[in-house]
């Protein structure tokens, strides 16, 4: 509880006076609290590509992940993801180029945004995404003159580039069918041709209303009627990409099949000098006399688009394919997968994320420094591909950081040391039917420097296991003939007296979860009569749900329990494990949790399928939620992991569409007061964003004076290790310009450090 009187070691400071002692001993009303909005960042894997264009020398790229533009002058990149003022989507389907070299990106929720050249959103398009129809993506882009064709699942969007409005909407272009997929547009010798499941329709641009299902006819050539997936001008001819293989036409009615074309076309990219096949038989280049060309022979792309008479780039779910002299792909900057399970962050700093058992990438987990991402591979880290992958990651014992997978043992980071530990070289068990194939879940830290790991599968029932800092293995099995036969406890936390809690998150083989197992050591790892509980839904003090998804113990040694439908704090009497008592968390009824982890102040951050709560330190109120549509926002409602960094001030969430950053401004706390560090200063008011004073022990308090020693501001510090204060005196008001001594002390008096600041009134 915050005291109003304090006593402490005074200050040092010349400009203080007797009487400013005084005041320091005084209480004031608290001030309002400043609040400090987090600042958002995302990170997405960019290496699942759609669609390709160049422009103004660059490659453009609408990825999974957002856009990215490559200099292949400068082997450089640009890329671009959703939030304020970026793409209003994080996945972007179609891309393309109008005539003022601006990059239009069509995105899988129907927005339509404009780019720079320099990569900055100038203009968004949401008429698509606000439509009633079910489905809105945009599926291809085409650009003619000033007007803009957007191919959806609907039927074609006609748009302004002049205004960036709508035109009109072509849903009946196919005789007794409406609301129709689109596959391309394209506009020759008068007419506008769509692509389409039934052929290829086309009407005059010059009819009254192409709204109108008279205004179309169906181009009746063999080969036709089985679809078209493209359509493209080139040299004077409209050809047509279908599942047939490729077809010309000089008039726009009566196509004849190309010979050298019977794979199915995919794609067609026209340049100036030839016309690109995309087909299942790989790329040809198709020149103005006609002769063919087979330039790459591989997996069918997603898209190509010429660079040069001699370079183009092709579109794949693993990077950019450059296709020259020499074929390499070429990899944009970030994570390798979008798909993320589970999130810890070491004491270094360094964020670690895994893809889940179910990810079948080549991708086993991958590091983020805060500024590049380190992305390891199978081959990289020395262990065979397995067909699951590393699903939990915990940052344990302070630089150390257990990976565990689903079949392959762990994965040991210690600094740049990695170890790999499997069935032949660690304590870890199997399964029945295949001793040497070892699921690790989570893994804690003891007091003692012991890593506790779990086994959620092993054979023999020996599901925690520790590795003492001398490479000793020890196991524990259930031991309790009330407890589970089986079951998947894989996350772990170790509260202050060394009681480990695990959960069941995953389940036994028939599906059913058993809740909340309780272990205590008593002090000794060989101890056979160690106290043992669990807790279900079934017992006097239940659960919420016997599926425990996380388990952790935050700042003040609490247990907290996330679940199915909810999230529990545990309250035990260490001495006797069946003495356990559950409160729920009434906010968080009925949500399902997916993570929780706790920041430098004990705010909980709780990961759910309906976004980001921000609790209280004890749970009990909602500080704020995050989701697609807050500030900032998420870039998905669903997240699947929470990280806090501490130290930094940084919680990482894991969503289907990648990994995002906030930076809360709340950072742990020092030990001890050093010199102060202010910034800005001199600070010119008012202020577009807090003044902050930094270097603070936790539950600092702040009194800030005038040189005469009045005061005129006591707060206590926001943020951890930083207080925020926007220039005001206690009733709100702006200071005049002049020199302010900056006073901060623990909350029990017994440190405090002294400081100015130089305020400019504007």
């Known amino acids: ?161 002049a205004n960036f409005q709508t035109l009109d909407t072509y849903l009946h272009f196919v005789p007794g069918q409406s609301s129709l997929k689109a596959n391309g547009v394209a506009t020759f010798d008068g007419n506008i041709y769509v692509a389409n499941q039934f052929g290829l329709s086309y009407a005059p641009l010059s009819a009254l209303n192409l709204a109108a299902p008279t205004s179309w006819d169906i181009a ?70 006609l002769p063919t060309k087979q330039i790459y022979i591989g997996a069918q792309l997603n898209d190509v688009a010429q660079y040069s008479d001699t370079l183009i780039y092709g579109a794949t779910s693993s990077g950019l394919l450059s296709i020259g002299s020499t074929v390499s792909t070429i990899l944009p900057p970030g994570p390798a997968t979008n798909s993320i399970a589970s999130l810890a962050v ?3 700093g360094n964020l670690w994320c895994v893809p889940g058992y179910h990810f079948q990438g080549n991708t086993t987990f991958m590091e983020f420094n805060g500024t590049t991402w380190k992305n390891y591979t199978w081959s990289s880290i020395g262990v065979p591909q397995s067909q699951y992958n590393y699903f939990s990651a915990s940052a344990v014992c ?24 499997n069935h032949s070289n660690s304590g870890l068990t199997g399964v029945q039917e295949n001793p040497s194939f070892i699921l690790v879940g989570g893994a804690a830290c003891d007091a003692n420097g012991d890593i506790w790991i779990t086994d959620p599968r092993a054979y023999n029932g020996n599901v925690l296991n520790v590795l003492t800092p001398g490479g000793t293995w020890y196991s524990f099995n259930y031991g309790n003939s009330t407890g589970p036969s089986s079951g998947g406890f894989n996350t772990i936390a170790i509260d202050a007296l060394g009681g480990v809690w695990s959960g069941d998150g995953q389940g036994d083989e028939q599906g059913s979860y058993h809740g909340l197992m309780y272990y205590n050591p008593g002090g000794s790892l060989t101890n ?61 009824l009925n949500q399902f949790i997916n ?93 577009p964003s807090p003044i902050q004073i930094q270097g603070l022990v936790a539950n600092s308090d702040i009194k800030i004076f005038t040189v005469s020693g009045r005061l005129v501001k006591q707060f206590q510090a926001q943020g951890g290790s930083i207080a925020y204060w926007n220039g005001t005196d206690q009733s709100g008001n702006l200071l005049p310009s002049g020199v302010y001594i900056i006073v901060a002390y623990s909350s029990d008096g017994s440190q405090s450090t002294v400081s100015k600041i130089a305020l400019i009134r504007q």
């Open 1 to 161: 509880m915050r005291r109003n009187n304090h006593s402490f070691a005074l200050p040092s400071l010349e400009l203080l006076t007797c009487s400013t002692f005084l005041l320091l001993l005084t209480g004031l009303a608290p001030a309002q609290i400043l609040t400090q909005k987090p600042t958002a960042k995302n990170y997405s894997s960019m290496y699942d590509i759609n669609a390709l264009t160049v422009a103004d020398g660059k490659v453009w790229a609408a990825t999974s992940g957002g856009v990215f533009s490559y200099s292949p002058q400068s082997d450089s990149f640009t890329q671009i993801t959703s939030g304020r003022g970026a793409l209003s989507n994080l996945v972007a389907t179609a891309i393309a180029v109008d005539n003022g070299g601006n990059v239009l990106v069509g995105e899988v929720n129907g927005s339509i945004d404009e780019l720079s050249q320099s990569g900055t959103v100038d203009t968004s398009q949401h008429d698509i995404t606000n439509s009633s129809f079910l489905s809105d993506t945009v599926v291809s882009m085409t650009v003619s003159g000033d007007t803009l064709y957007a191919c959806t699942p609907f039927g074609v969007v006609v748009i302004s580039l």
């Open 398 to 421: 302070g630089d150390k950081v257990i990976l565990g997978s689903w079949g392959s043992g762990l994965a040991m980071f210690h600094g740049d040391s990695l170890s790999i530990l």
């Open 528 to 588: 056979s009569a160690n106290a043992q509980g669990f807790l279900e839904t079934a017992e006097n003090s239940p659960l919420l749900s016997d599926q425990v998804t996380d388990v952790i113990v935050d700042a003040e040694q609490n247990v907290w329990v996330g679940t199915a439908l909810g999230m529990d704090e545990v309250y035990y009497d260490p001495s006797s494990p069946g003495q356990i008592s559950i409160i729920y968390v009434y906010p968080l």
């Open 220 to 289: 009746d050539s063999g080969g036709l009627s089985s679809g078209v997936n493209v359509v493209k001008v080139f040299n004077g001819a409209l050809y047509a990409g279908t599942p047939q293989g490729l077809f010309m036409s000089t008039d726009g009615v009566t196509f004849q099949q190309v010979a050298s074309f019977s794979s199915p076309v995919n794609g067609l990219t026209p340049g100036q000098n030839s016309l690109l096949v995309n087909s299942t038989a790989g790329i040809y280049e198709l020149d103005q006399n």
């Open 346 to 348: 070491d004491g270094n």
């Open 595 to 687: 993570g929780i982890d706790y920041d430098a102040v004990d705010h909980k951050w709780v990961a759910t399928n309906a976004g980001v709560f921000e609790m209280s330190t004890s749970a009990d109120s909602i500080i704020a939620q995050y989701n697609t549509t807050s500030d900032p926002p998420l870039p998905s409602n669903q997240v699947l992991a929470v990280a806090c960094d501490r130290a930094h001030g940084i919680v990482y969430f894991a969503t289907p569409d990648g990994i995002t950053d906030f930076n809360i401004g709340v950072v742990q706390p020092v030990q001890s007061f050093s010199k102060l560090k202010i910034f800005p200063d001199p600070a010119k008011i008012p202020l």
